[in-house]
């Protein structure tokens, strides 16, 4: 399939947004605005925007607590988002889930799972969910090479293969879970490798590449809708920063730095579309400063909300019954 111009427009300034939009949220992080850590997907932007971008707003997702960029392309206002991630009442959780647990129903957002392994089993309910009801719409599972280790994962790929499920499931490998290496955690090199074991196909991509990770998810969104069941692929990128804000990232040798550095996936996207002419420096400015905008007004509409009110805590925690 060729890739529209226009395509690989959305793709470049998705991923400036997404780069700009965790930049805005780090900072506000380190001045105190933000209760806890906070992750960001740096390096990882084409990971998340290529994949999303191969989805319909109807199909469901279920990202990492990296991934802000995918709640924005699935349909979630930058404004409300960065206020949940703030603890903001105008939020999407009206700021009692924060950043990791960010979930928005009428963009058939699923939300985050603060505990990493627990993605698994609501991507089969809700892809089994899918099949049953022939909705003609597919679950895109998002996760990270430290969760491929939990046993949960295992479950859900053996379910989800038996039962034909319209599932994808995208591990996105950024080489830690916390300070720990892929390397030493796990005794196969590739995490899409597993996929033998449970029948179904497994892709290892560079997930750098914005337009292969698009590819990869669209050619296996198509396999899952026409009953083939589901795809485990492994987008293969780095964090360029810590686990979280208070990661000092110590751990990490410099050449290692240096060399992934030099595979930013924004640089390296840039320069493929100026090779192609779809690019200059006017556009480019262009595209900067209207992200810019939309992020500076993201961050305003965020710091200019209210404080949820101390009896929310409890809102939405009980069912009130009519049982006596």
Known sequence: MTISEELMLQMYRYMVLGRLFEQSAEQLTHKGLIPGAFHTGIGEEATHVGACLALTHKDYIIPTHRGHVADIIKGADPGRLMAEILGRATGYCGGRGG????????????????????AYPVAVGAALTQKRANTGRIVLAMFGDGASLMGTFHEALNLSAIWHLPVVWVCVNNQYAMSTSFAEASAIANVADRACAYNMPGHVVDGNDVMAVYETVREARERALAGGGPTLIECKTYRQGGHSTFDTNPYRPQEELDAWSKRDPITQFEQRLRERGILDEKRITQIADGVRQQVDEAEEFALSSPEPPPEAGVEFVFRSSEVE
């Open 99 to 118: 950043s990791v647990h960010i979930a928005d129903a009428a963009s058939n957002n699923l939300g985050v799972q603060a505990v990493l392994s627990a």
